[in-house]
């Protein structure tokens, strides 16, 4: 079952509770940002996966993922990593496929962004029920 915790952390919790929740941020950038293996890691199928985002969040897992690559990508540009070593740390094929990307979902390419040297104000905002 997925929860959104009062600090914003969106954990994965084990039906039978006897393992610890599993932060979903961290499991998705060790698996590449991708569903399959994100599935796989938590021991279930895509599918169920998918109706357990839309329940707890009311998005998929392949643009919640998405939007955290996109988030890490800005903050790794913010801190001045190297452009290059930013796709790669994030599990892009090359260079250009990350800048597509980047551009796609900022309007914007990354040097340019790099080159203004602030927070983007038109990051896509995600929005999700809370636990009571």
């Given amino acids: 079952m997925i ?7 969106v954990v994965y919790e084990h039906e039978t509770r006897l ?5 979903l941020k961290e499991l998705g950038h060790q698996c590449g940002y991708r569903v ?7 021991g279930i199928s895509q599918r169920k996966l998918e109706k357990e985002f839309q329940k707890a969040l009311a998005i998929g897992p392949k643009y919640w993922l998405k939007w955290h690559r996109m988030i890490r990508a800005q903050s790794m540009i913010d801190d001045g990593n190297p452009l290059k070593a930013v796709a790669v740390d994030l599990g892009f094929k090359n260079y250009d496929t990350f800048r597509r990307e980047f551009k796609a979902f900022f309007n914007v390419p990354p040097t340019e962004f790099r080159s203004r040297n602030t927070r983007h104000p038109d990051i896509p905002a995600l929005r999700w029920r809370q636990d009571p």
């Fill in 36 to 42: 399959a293996p994100l599935a796989n890691e938590l």
């Fill in 3 to 9: 929860k959104v915790k009062q600090s914003g952390t």
């Fill in 19 to 23: 393992l610890p929740p599993i932060d």
